[in-house]
Every structure is written in structure tokens, then in C-alpha cells.
């Protein structure tokens, strides 16, 4: 697929070759025994940024977020989230097979949540009820198309949370992109949440590997969870070490994956298929009012050297990323206008 331009998702990036250095040189050891140097700086590194005590290495942020959930939710309790999050429509059940986790959502409505809908559904301990422990935000919001939730939303969920006595879990495997779009510090989003995912292999270019973030006893207790997942890594510093130089190298250029979203948005806008407004990486496609479906449109463009992501009937998607160049957005552009005009 080298010759296609890729937008399905920013997952399918490929290491640099000063990525690829970096993994070669990586000083490693054996994980599960808490010996890999590379492991653990990266595990700091990350923890520090979002000032937090400590940060858990994980192969995924499937990974990340059920250990998370497993923190701050006892079996048998009740987590709450949008109808679109990430947790509980992408991660096949996983909270409740592993976790005894039951979940209860609001209406999907993205980054537009409304903290006096969530705190108003809130259930406390009390005969028959299953009573409420947690909450989970997404950000950015991957179904949303890649939105923003303000800074000034969260700060309000977080006193509906506080005032119910339950957790804030943030699935913030693309927080980074949130980051640079709203200038708003890694460490004011930490402030907020009780736990933390974010994901190394979304954007900022890495092949593999996300970390949970928290408390050093939760993460304590995040480091058995993992093992019981089947999550311990021997070597993995060989993995840290591609998340370090990503953090290190890819932080600030995601600003220019958000011009070239924008690009795109604003190519394919007059054709009535942008489904919101694109401030990140994601450009959400709807074509209710166009003659192609979702399926038809992902067949066209891919003849045309073009992958796109098709996430319903009428619904797709494009990913801008690390591989992705002007020339490409250029070629993605002239594809893309064409089927559409037809």
C-alpha cells in the first residue's frame, strides 16, 4: 500500500528511520522483573508531564483504559459514558468481561457533553440500584471527528465527580492533538482526572504502546491488573524507546496534521459531506445527501489511490498523520472531489 495515500487512521504509521535508530540503540531488560531502564524512563517521562505520580507501559489503549476502568470501578459497579466512546463501543465488551464492569452512557453527542445531564444520572449506593463509581471522557473524540472537549467543561465534570464522591477516567488516547489544538498544558488536563490512557501509536507516530497514568498505588495495583490481562512485556524497551523519541520529535508537528485536516475539510465542504467542524487530525465524513453511501465512496476512492475509513452506512472518515505530506493531501483532494462531483 506504499503508493496508496492512507487516511483510514493515524494508526497505520511507520517508524521513522530516526525512530528506528532509537529502538536499535534502546537500552532494555526484562520488564516483568522491573529492569528495563527505557521502560521505566518512559514511564516517568509521561507521568511527569501530566502530573501525575506514576505511569504504566502497556502494548494498547484497549490495554490502558480497561486497566483503568479495573482502578477506579469494583465489579458489579457502574461506569458512565457517552454512547460513542471509545470504551464502550470499540473495545468489545472488554469492561465487562474482565473487569465485572456494568455500563450505563448518555447520548452520544462528542465533545458537546453536558456535566449537569451526567451528574443528574448518577446513581448512588441504594437497595437494587447499581450504584455509580466512575466516569470516562474521550479526548480528542475519536466517533466525534477527532473534537475538542473545553477545557472549561471538564473543569465542571470534575466537580460533579467530586460532589458524588466517584472517578474520572480520561481515555485520552488522542490528548495529545486536544493539547496542541487548545494550547491547553498535558498537566491541567492530569489535574482533572483520576486516571489517564494515552496512546503512543495515534499520532505521534509510534508503532506500538500506550501508558496508564495515576496515582503510584494505583499504579501499583495497574501493574498486576496488566499481568493478569496478559500484558507483561520482557524487552519492551526495544517499544519505549520508539514512544520516547515520538514524545521527544512528533509532539509539536501534529499542529501541521491539523492544517492538512483542515484541508481536506475545506476541499470536500462544498458537497455538504463534512459532518462538524475539524479542529484536530479527523475529518468526520456524513453522506445523507449525497447518491454514494459510505461503502461506495471508500470502493471509489481507493481505485483512485485514496483509503478512507467507513464507520457506517452513510458515515466515513479521513485521518491525517506522520505520512502524510502536501503531495498527498493534494492527490487525496483531486480524488476525492472527483467522486464526489460525479
Request: with cysteine; charged share 20%; proline share 6%.
Amino acid at each position: 500500500m506504499a503508493d496508496l495515500v492512507d487516511l483510514r487512521s493515524d494508526t497505520v504509521t511507520r517508524p521513522t528511520p530516526a525512530m528506528r535508530a532509537a529502538i536499535a540503540g534502546a537500552e532494555v531488560g526484562d520488564d516483568v522483573y522491573g529492569e528495563d531502564p527505557t521502560v521505566q524512563a518512559l514511564e516517568a517521562e509521561v507521568a511527569g508531564l501530566f502530573g501525575h505520580e506514576a505511569a504504566l507501559f502497556t502494548p494498547s489503549g484497549s490495554m490502558a483504559n480497561q486497566i483503568a476502568l479495573q482502578l477506579v470501578v469494583p465489579p458489579a459497579h457502574e461506569l458512565l459514558s457517552d454512547a460513542d466512546a471509545h470504551v464502550v463501543t470499540y473495545e468489545v465488551g472488554a469492561a465487562a468481561a474482565y473487569g465485572g464492569i456494568s455500563s450505563r452512557t448518555w447520548p452520544a453527542t462528542g465533545a458537546d457533553l453536558d456535566p449537569e445531564l451526567v451528574a443528574g444520572m448518577l446513581r448512588p449506593d441504594g437497595y437494587h440500584a447499581v450504584p455509580t463509581r466512575a466516569i470516562a471522557v474521550e479526548q480528542t473524540h475519536n466517533r466525534a471527528g477527532g473534537a475538542v472537549i473545553p477545557l472549561a467543561t471538564l473543569v465542571e465534570l470534575r466537580a460533579v465527580a467530586d460532589r458524588a464522591g466517584v472517578a474520572l477516567h480520561c481515555d485520552g488516547a488522542r490528548i495529545w492533538h486536544a493539547h496542541v489544538a487548545d494550547r491547553v498544558p498535558l498537566a491541567r488536563y492530569g489535574e482533572l482526572f483520576d486516571t489517564l490512557s494515552v496512546c503512543l501509536s495515534k499520532g505521534l507516530g509510534a508503532p506500538v504502546g500506550s501508558l496508564v497514568i495515576g496515582s503510584a498505588d494505583k499504579i501499583d495495583r495497574a501493574r498486576w491488573i496488566r499481568k493478569r490481562l496478559g500484558g507483561g512485556m520482557r524487552q519492551a524497551g526495544i517499544l519505549a524507546a520508539a514512544g520516547r523519541y515520538a514524545l521527544r520529535e512528533h509532539l509539536s508537528r501534529l499542529a501541521d496534521d491539523h492544517a492538512r485536516a483542515a484541508r481536506l475539510a475545506e476541499a470536500v465542504a462544498p458537497f455538504g459531506v463534512v459532518a462538524g467542524p475539524v479542529r484536530t487530525n479527523i475529518v468526520p465524513l456524513d453522506l445523507t445527501k449525497t447518491m454514494l453511501d459510505a461503502p461506495q465512496l471508500a470502493a471509489a476512492a481507493r481505485d483512485a489511490g485514496v483509503l478512507i475509513s467507513v464507520l457506517g452506512p452513510r458515515t466515513a472518515r479521513l485521518v491525517t498523520h506522520l505520512d502524510i505530506d502536501d503531495p498527498a493531501i493534494d492527490r487525496a483532494v483531486d480524488a476525492l472531489t472527483t467522486i464526489l462531483r460525479r
